[in-house]
């Protein structure tokens, strides 16, 4: 079964940074897209950032120019780069991956952003 694990949420400071991982096991990893959505407390879950196996990046608006996808085939990892963070940033973080019309997600990590 696979399986996906993030690692590195946590409280981070308004203006702070934090970078997400996301690790998988029991697929070929270099087949797959890989990405983040996120779900505030009360609001639907969104995509914040895609990255497909040839490496096309896909953001939010609320990401661009702040946030960075990227991942490293040969750990299985992909990571999410989060700069200048604000308050609207809080929300659980999910991993997933997409093979083909199947989806996997992760247990999700939560990121608070406050002073």
């Known amino acids: 079964q696979v399986q996906l694990v993030e690692s590195g949420g946590g409280l981070v400071q308004p203006g702070g940074s934090l970078r997400l991982s996301c690790t998988a096991s029991r697929i070929i990893f270099s087949n797959v897209a890989m990405g983040w959505y996120r779900q505030a407390p009360g609001k639907q879950r969104d995509l914040v950032a895609s990255?497909?196996?040839?490496?096309?990046?896909n953001y939010a608006d609320s990401a661009k120019g702040r946030f960075t996808i990227s991942r490293d085939n040969a750990k299985n990892t992909v990571y999410l780069q989060m700069n200048s963070l604000k308050a609207e940033d809080t929300a659980v973080y999910y991993c997933?991956?997409?093979?083909?019309?199947?989806?996997?997600w992760g247990q999700g990590t939560q990121v608070p952003v406050s002073s």
């Open positions: 997933y991956a997409q093979s083909g019309l199947v989806s996997y």
């Open positions: 990255l497909s196996s040839g490496g096309t990046t």
